[in-house]
């Protein structure tokens, strides 16, 4: 049952609330959590929890760019609702995927909680509520034509909603820039410039101290070859999966990976890239010891308030390997939180969910500078624009595309980044990488098909192209 009226009167009181403490930003210090959880069996239903008893909702999140934000509304939230919802935050900086999915696992886990973990795998083992019956009909009005299947979409059902945007730049260091003889206005637009220009910043900063280096390559979390290949290879006009064909195609890693191995030979990467994780590379590259790095939106929180920069810094489009626009940059908007399918509290926790995605909260989000707008009229609506340092180069979508995702395959054996990885220790070439990824991957699509996971057809997109890649 839909619930227009709930929500309306919680707006009214947001609104009021806002209205009554104006230019008071609430405590930046999360409600005190033990890492509980609401759930109460997997049957859940808010009947287990008594009648007027003040109900808690037991919140993971691992975003560490916007964490005092959350912390802030988080505060508001429990404030308007005092005596009938309290939230309470938990921060999981550190190996969030695989804590999560202990906690899913042993029934102890959050009512609502941050993406990461693959959707197909979290809708497949029981760990996600649908959203359809517990989102408000205004709600399911404005995410109308946001749906992504296994992003945020899965078998016919809502599993998540989008709350920003996120896209990728590469960063560069103005200051090292301009100390190395480089022009601080103009970042590399090829490979051959990046390669250049690394080996010159690297040169300049062997003989500072700290020594200083060209190019951060952080893998030491095999996620991050989706910004770091993935991202890479899409610019280039190249596809790791065909979206016309329904096969894995990952000889769009060649050309990246060739120039990281370039870069490596000319001593021009960060030290102990492949075993470094991505927040002390952040960090390096906000004490100035780093000349480039690749970044996402979300880093503008993190370069302005997690490692506040201590240099000059800007973000530009990501390199290519000959300059030409051969494809576009991603821009990211399909999840956020998901709901425990075992929680007791589902309709609190999309209640909160729901307050989250508000104009008024996405209104100040935009104009604190901590990410960019999916929604209609909210930078339109906004008091002030953002002025905090990187936000402008990301907040330009114009050369940004929404891209579908490819099957939610189950590989055997090694995934793409541990691999990635295998190539720049040597370990590996990278042509027998492609290959048999190619080999595990593309199995992986008959075994999914044939068990029934899902219908290739629904991750075919006539037209496509990566400068259409939403096809016709």
């Known amino acids: 049952m839909k619930r227009k009226y709930r929500i309306l009167a919680l707006m009214m009181a947001l609104v009021i609330l806002v209205a009554t403490f104006a230019g008071c930003n609430g405590s930046n210090n999360p409600p005190s959590s033990t890492g509980g959880t609401g759930s109460e069996g997997k049957d859940g239903g808010n009947e287990s929890t008594p009648s007027g008893e003040e109900k808690v909702v037991v919140f993971w999140t691992h975003y560490s760019d916007d964490?005092?934000?959350?912390?802030?509304?988080?505060?508001?939230?429990?404030?308007?609702?005092?005596?009938?919802?309290?939230?309470?935050?938990?921060?999981?900086?550190?190996?969030?995927?695989?804590?999560l999915l202990m906690a899913l696992k042993n029934d102890d886990g959050p009512d609502l909680y941050a993406n990461g973990v693959d959707l197909a795998q979290l809708a497949q083992q029981n760990y996600m509520a649908p959203l359809d019956d517990l989102m408000s009909d205004e709600m399911a009005a404005r995410v109308a034509d946001f749906r992504q299947n296994a992003i945020n979409w899965y078998d016919g059902s809502w599993y998540s909603l989008p709350f920003?945007?996120?896209?990728?730049?590469?960063?560069?260091?103005?200051?090292?820039?301009?100390?190395?003889?480089?022009?601080?206005?103009?970042?590399?637009?090829?490979?051959?410039?990046?390669?250049?220009?690394?080996?010159?910043?690297?040169?300049?900063?062997?003989?500072?101290?700290?020594?200083?280096?060209?190019?951060?390559?952080?893998?030491?979390?095999?996620?991050?070859?989706?910004?770091?290949?993935?991202?890479?290879?899409?610019?280039?006009?190249?596809?790791?999966?065909?979206?016309?064909?329904?096969?894995?195609?990952?000889?769009?890693?060649?050309?990246?990976?060739?120039?990281?191995?370039?870069?490596?030979?000319?001593?021009?990467?960060?030290?102990?890239?492949?075993?470094?994780?991505?927040?002390?590379?952040?960090?390096?590259?906000?004490?100035?010891?780093?000349?480039?790095?690749?970044?996402?939106?979300?880093?503008?929180?993190?370069?302005?308030?997690?490692?506040p920069a201590e240099i000059e810094w800007d973000v530009a489009e990501l390199p290519n390997i000959d300059g030409e626009r051969h494809g576009y940059p991603q821009l990211d908007a399909g999840s956020y939180l998901h709901i425990n399918a075992g929680s007791s509290v589902k309709q609190e926790a999309m209640d909160f969910y729901e307050y989250l995605l508000s104009e008024e909260v996405l209104i100040e989000y935009y104009e604190e500078g901590y990410g960019i707008p999916?929604?209609?009229?909210?930078?339109?609506?906004?008091?002030?624009?953002?002025?905090?340092?990187?936000?402008?180069?990301?907040?330009?979508?114009?050369?940004?595309?929404?891209?579908?995702?490819?099957?939610?395959?189950?590989?055997?054996?090694?995934?793409?980044?541990?691999?990635?990885?295998?190539?720049?220790?040597?370990?590996v070439d990278i042509d027998t990488a492609i290959a048999d990824l190619n080999a595990r991957y593309n199995a992986a699509i008959e075994a999914g098909v044939a068990n029934g996971d899902f219908a290739i057809e629904d991750y075919i997109i006539p037209g496509y192209s990566t400068l259409n890649p939403l096809g016709n």
Do not use: C
Request: glycine residues 10%.
């Open 164 to 307: 920003r945007g996120y896209n990728f730049r590469l960063a560069w260091n103005k200051d090292m820039f301009e100390a190395a003889g480089l022009d601080p206005d103009s970042p590399p637009t090829t490979y051959e410039e990046l390669i250049e220009y690394a080996q010159i910043l690297t040169e300049y900063g062997s003989a500072q101290s700290p020594q200083q280096y060209g190019f951060m390559l952080p893998t030491g979390e095999d996620w991050i070859w989706w910004i770091y290949g993935m991202q890479m290879a899409r610019v280039n006009g190249d596809s790791y999966y065909d979206y016309t064909t329904g096969e894995f195609t990952w000889e769009a890693f060649k050309p990246v990976m060739e120039m990281y191995l370039t870069l490596k030979g000319n001593n021009s990467l960060f030290p102990g890239g492949t075993t470094m994780e991505n927040d002390p590379a952040r960090a390096q590259f906000s004490a100035g010891n780093v000349g480039m790095i690749i970044a996402a939106s979300w880093d503008i929180g993190v370069f302005n308030d997690q490692f």
């Open 374 to 427: 999916v929604y209609d009229g909210i930078a339109q609506k906004a008091s002030k624009t953002p002025d905090r340092s990187g936000f402008a180069g990301f907040a330009d979508v114009s050369n940004d595309r929404m891209y579908a995702y490819e099957p939610p395959v189950q590989v055997e054996g090694q995934g793409y980044g541990s691999v990635m990885n295998d190539v720049m220790n040597g370990a």
């Open 67 to 99: 964490i005092a934000f959350t912390q802030k509304k988080v505060a508001d939230y429990n404030e308007l609702m005092a005596g009938q919802v309290r939230v309470e935050l938990k921060h999981i900086s550190d190996d969030y995927n695989n804590v």
